[in-house]
């Protein structure tokens, strides 16, 4: 199981965000989370449905690789009809929407680069904290050689 932020507020405050920069992949990903009661649901149906690696990968690696429309029907089918209706768009259109915009929900937490609110795995922080070097505060912000 993924282990999230201490305060889930953060990780919805992110979906959020993210339903509002992709109005309709993003509205579609935040209307299922909220069918299952948030964020850390929606990952726990991703796990259940066979996609607790690949989600994982997606969060770690921040490259999101879509799932088939397909295997959203599969692992959602419960809740498609309900979101479908609620957004007033096809349940095909749910389907494909979902399978582009879930991997780039998760993959935008690995690139998350406030890592200390713990929205993901921080995977460009991490990167980026590689490359630092400390600077040299008596030569005006030079790195030392």
């Known amino acids: 199981m993924i282990a999230f932020a201490k305060d889930p507020r953060a990780l919805e405050e992110k979906l959020?965000?993210?339903?509002?920069r992709f109005p309709v992949s993003g509205r579609i990903v935040h209307s299922l989370a909220g069918?299952?009661?948030?964020?850390?649901?929606?990952?726990?149906?991703l796990e259940s449905g066979g996609f607790g690696e690949?989600?994982?990968?997606?969060?770690?690696?921040?490259?999101?690789?879509?799932?088939?429309?397909?295997?959203?029907?599969?692992?959602f089918s419960d809740k498609l009809d309900s979101v479908a209706l609620?957004?007033?768009?096809?349940r095909?259109?749910?389907e494909i929407q979902a399978a582009l915009g879930i991997p780039k929900f998760f993959s935008s937490l690995a690139n998350d680069e406030d890592d200390?609110?713990?929205?993901?795995?921080?995977?460009?922080s991490a990167?980026?904290?590689?490359?630092?070097?400390?600077?040299?505060?008596?030569?005006?912000?030079?790195?030392?050689s």
Not at 16 to 20: D, K, Q
Not at 65 to 74: D, F, G, Q
Not at 86 to 90: N, S, V, Y
């Open 16 to 20: 959020s965000a993210f339903a509002h």
């Open 35 to 45: 069918q299952y009661g948030g964020v850390e649901a929606l990952v726990e149906k």
């Open 54 to 75: 690949e989600s994982e990968k997606w969060m770690s690696t921040g490259k999101p690789k879509s799932m088939a429309p397909e295997a959203v029907r599969r692992v």
């Open 86 to 90: 609620m957004l007033g768009i096809p």
């Open 92 to 94: 095909e259109s749910v």
């Open 116 to 124: 200390d609110m713990g929205l993901g795995y921080g995977a460009s």
């Open 127 to 144: 990167a980026k904290r590689r490359r630092e070097r400390p600077i040299d505060s008596e030569h005006s912000g030079r790195v030392p």
